[in-house]
């Protein structure tokens, strides 16, 4: 099979598989240039995608997988890294080099997370949906309630939270470009930004995928399971309470539920609008909100899914902003507390999922709590570090001499 770099590096001439994403990838770069060469830029790049599509047109060539456009994003990215290495030095050649490294990231991130997908599928030949399935009777069995409402508002709505949920990355791409906005003027970016939380969570959630292999209650309940679905019982019947057990799955079906990456991203998406204007604040809450009705209404993910993402990601999210701003006691222990809840969450799922369901009324506060103590950290100690230090007190005028 074709590695991330292959297709990516196909991409140059052949149908990319998201246009979007090569465009926000290029929006990314962008912030290093002035506005003059944003619109040569941009400009090289609609003009290459329109010839691209006259001379596929002119062939006969039709566009059967992918989008018919984002070959000119690609291609004015990498001519940008040449112009770096061959027409500029010093810190500008620095400069955008960094932002051609982070938008070749942004769209390398997705081809390896694609690549781990199919790893996933290939290595994984039983999954522990039964578990989860089992341990989200705490919770209330939400993906089979959301699922019921989801389907109850019809195709408009599932057609909104499709794309919610497809276009995660582009979201994240324009949280990230009012955080970068003066990186053009300044010459240098933030220590700390939403792209590196990004790209950090899908670095590290497929390790999680791998030990913890899940594929969703729509294909372990549904009917996209087709015969190695246990019950095509997804959304109108929760699992019945019986002791749980591994179960073999195809090898063509991602194991990419525990913890939910969409959530974690969404949540990101959240934390780094906080401080944006009022209408950034307000698509941040609609993505995070949406993200988590896409994830349970499409039955993508168990409830607990979700939690272990809220602190999958805020336990993240500490980590680079103490590595950005100088590591102390506060950042050393709330990564320590954050990681230790995630484990506990991971191990209960594992190991007590009968004892939680049959105890809802225990498990479930307790799931929420655990999460909730770490929210509670995360906001404590990261107020604590946003707290300008208090100014030297000025001495006072003294009368000068006649």
Not at 40 to 65: F, P, Q, Y
Not at 188 to 200: A, E, G, M
Not at 275 to 280: D, E, I, Q
């Amino acid at each position: 099979m074709p590695g991330p770099i292959t297709n990516q590096a196909r991409e140059v001439m052949f149908p990319p598989k998201s246009g979007f994403l090569l465009y926000a990838g290029m929006a990314l770069m962008m912030v290093v240039l002035t506005w003059r060469q944003r619109l040569i830029a941009l400009g090289a790049a609609i003009g290459i995608d329109v010839t691209v599509l006259l001379v596929r047109w002119v062939a006969g060539v039709k566009v059967t997988e992918g989008h018919p456009f984002g070959n000119g994003a690609l291609c004015v990215v990498l001519a940008c890294a040449v112009i770096a290495l061959t027409r500029r030095t010093g810190r500008e050649r620095v400069l955008l080099l960094k932002g051609v490294g982070l938008a070749l990231l942004l769209v390398a991130g997705r081809k390896t997370g694609d690549a781990w997908l199919l790893i996933t599928s290939k290595t994984r030949p039983t999954v522990l949906d039964p578990y989860v399935a089992i341990a989200d009777h705490a919770l209330g069995s939400p993906s089979w309630l959301v699922g019921r409402i989801v389907r109850a508002t019809g195709p408009v709505g599932a057609h909104i939270l499709d794309y919610v949920y497809v276009q995660l990355a582009v979201a994240a791409v324009v949280a990230a470009l009012y955080q970068l906005r003066h990186v053009s003027t300044e010459r240098r970016f933030p220590r700390h930004h939403l792209v590196r939380t990004f790209l950090t969570i899908g670095l590290l959630g497929p390790g999680i995928y791998m030990i913890f292999p899940v594929v969703g209650p729509i294909f372990a309940y549904g009917a996209d399971g087709g015969p190695w679905a246990t019950a095509h019982i997804w959304p109108e019947t929760a699992p019945p309470l019986v002791a749980p057990h591994p179960i073999p799955f195809d090898g063509i079906t991602p194991r990419n539920c525990m913890p939910s990456l969409h959530t974690a991203w969404a949540t990101a998406i959240f934390i780094h609008t906080r401080k944006g204007p009022r209408l950034l604040r307000y698509a941040g809450t609609f993505w995070l909100i949406a993200t988590l009705g896409a994830t349970l209404g499409f039955g993508y993910h168990y409830g607990v899914d979700l939690v272990a993402g809220v602190v999958f990601t805020l336990t993240i999210e500490t980590a680079l902003r103490a590595q950005a701003r100088g590591w102390d006691r506060s950042g050393t222990r709330l990564v320590a507390y954050g990681t230790a809840v995630f484990a506990a969450l991971l191990a209960s799922y594992r190991y007590l999922p009968l004892e939680m369901a049959q105890r809802p009324w225990i498990a479930g506060p307790l799931l929420i709590l655990a999460m909730l103590s770490v929210i509670y950290a995360y906001i404590r100690t990261t107020r604590a570090w946003d707290q300008k230090p208090l100014s030297a007190s000025q001495p006072e005028p003294q009368p000068e001499l006649v």
